[in-house]
């Protein structure tokens, strides 16, 4: 290939991941790719040398020019306050899209699901991983989950791109908005907004539980899933695990400028040094490095040599079953066979194929469907710690102190409603939340609810939490509690 090469940062990792990496790095040179590589340490040995998050202050600098890197499989020292390299990368990348596609091999690869082709996309960034927990009383804890429109436009863009890109046919978002319907309908108002762009796209929106279900018992049915981060942490482990073969699949991490590339297995310590890992996951991983760098000729000319090989039955151990594969090989063979297909396609298993030309990170996604509403401030939680006592009695304490055209609507206990006319049955816990609401629906004041904060510190209320309550052109921004 003519032209400047394009640089890459390369790690080796633990375990098998030196191994894994060699062979992966022999196959990519012999591919027609035009990569310069830059190696950094990470893992381990740099965890040992007390470096918290993994990696070397300098090992950035490469990962800031190169904007690419493909990673091999760490090991994660337990406990001693060491922090996951892969969530501190993505953090500081701002790595927004997790893409794992997750194929079945059938009849080469054992496996109940023989039509599998699924592709998860799952969000990276937001969610209950913003990591905001609090533990506010003796009994209760909390964890917030954060959705952002432009966060959950620039994965559902990014799936959609990704369909598109890929000839896919369908997208399919998972969210839980039955439940809830503020931060779950958020993700799925904008995939709606979005789908309606993309009208050659089919799309559908799946309660997450019978979602998972399906996808588990028919995964078929689904081309590209589109989910928010916790539900994609799980159902894509769900996804790579069905296909028979996890240590086959690659996956992506992709942001605005920088995007990762790594196997989707660990550093497997015991077959280290052995010779005998499956290096599939991160040569699946490198070509979708290639296809992100613009460079989509290698990338299938690597991914057709590796279906052949399959085919083939040229396989290491993990996957080698008698009476379907021909020859049980090492990793260092495996990367040989496979570089002597380089150029073959597969007859049976549907061959790879990507747009020449065609770049599929679509960095730098443009946000588009953010619309400025009138917000107006109508009321507030206040969340206090209290043992004891039912919301009659709380409502008996609070009451005289509610004033300034504010008025007490509900107290709830675990979002359900204890007053007024609460259910004798209801368990309380030590966390009590009271909403004020300005009486006849006025707009409520700033100041009349600090007032009301420091009348009820006065009065030894321990407030634990406050939350306003706005409405958003007309539209009340804030759940109800059950039964209110
Ligand atoms: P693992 O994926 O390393 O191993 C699970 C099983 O799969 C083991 O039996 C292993 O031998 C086998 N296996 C994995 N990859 C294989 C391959 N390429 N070829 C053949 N067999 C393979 O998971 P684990 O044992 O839970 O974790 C081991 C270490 O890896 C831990 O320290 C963990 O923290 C780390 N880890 C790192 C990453 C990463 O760097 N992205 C991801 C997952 C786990």
Redesign the pocket.
Known sequence: MSGEPTPITIAR?????PE?MDATLEVLQASGANLAFEEIQI?ESVYKRGILNGMEPSAWDSLRRTKVFL???????QGGGYKS??VTIRGALGLFANIRPCVSYHPFVNTKHPQMDVVIVRENEEDLYAGIEYRQTQDVTQAVKLISRPGSEKIIRYAFEYARANHRHKVTAFVKDNIMKISDGLFHRVFDEIAAEYPEIEHETMIVDIGAARLADTPEQFDVIVTLNLYGDIISDIAAQITGS??LAGSSNIGDQCAMF??????????AGKG???????ILASVMMLVHIGQAEAAERIHNAWLKMIEDGIH???IFKRGVSKARVGTRDFAQNLIDRLGDRPTTLTPASYEVGAKASFAGIELKSRKDTTKRLVGCDIFVDHTGGDGDAMAQRVLPLVKDGLKLMVISNRGQKVWPEGAPETFCTDHWRLRVMGEADATVTQNAIAELIVRMADAGFDIVQTARLYTFDGVPGFSLSQGQ
């Open positions: 990792g633990d375990g098998i991941g894994i893992g990673k091999a499989p760490i090991t994660t020292p390299l892969n996890v240590g790594e196997a989707i297995h660990g550093s497997a310590p015991t077959i005998i890992a499956n290096p599939s996951g991160l290491t151990v993990d």
